[in-house]
Nanobody
Framework: QVRLAESGGGLVQAGGSLRLSCAASGRTFSSYAMAWFRQAPGNEREFVAVINRSGSNTYYADSVKGRFTISRDNAKNTVYLQMNSLKPEDTAVYYC????????????????????WGQGTQVTVSS
């Protein structure tokens, strides 16, 4: 069982930056690949980024590539999402998720791959 808790959301102007954190409970954090998803009102949950168990491999959605960076600190049981050059279209609730399955290829895009989810944190980017 893994419990996830996101923090760091808020209101920021376009072009600004935010850093989201996701703290995980349990002693097996390093056994899980971790991802960030987001969901805007009226939209489906959308893949943002994923990082493998060791932190050696990452993958991003095209919409955030070059602006967002996912990282993890296994000693602190925490995964991060550094978001730079934010745009109004980045406005959404951001969720972290954990999976014990392989996240190679396009498998990572799909929410049903993930076993555990946080409650989400709101990010609002004003124009």
């Amino acid at each position: 069982q893994v419990r996830l808790a996101e923090s760091g959301g808020g209101l920021v102007q376009a072009g600004g930056s935010l850093r989201l954190s996701c703290a995980a409970s349990g002693r097996t954090f390093s056994s899980y690949a971790m991802a960030w998803f987001r969901q805007a009102p009226g939209n489906e949950r959308e893949f943002v980024a994923v990082i493998n168990r060791s932190g050696s491999n990452t993958y991003y959605a095209d919409s955030v590539k070059g602006r967002f960076t996912i990282s993890r600190d296994n000693a602190k049981n925490t995964v991060y999402l550094q978001m730079n050059s934010l745009k109004p279209e980045d406005t959404a609730v951001y969720y972290c998720a954990a999976t014990g399955a392989s996240t190679s290829g396009s498998r990572a895009y799909y929410p049903n791959l993930y076993d555990y989810w946080g409650q989400g944190t709101q990010v609002t980017v004003s124009s």
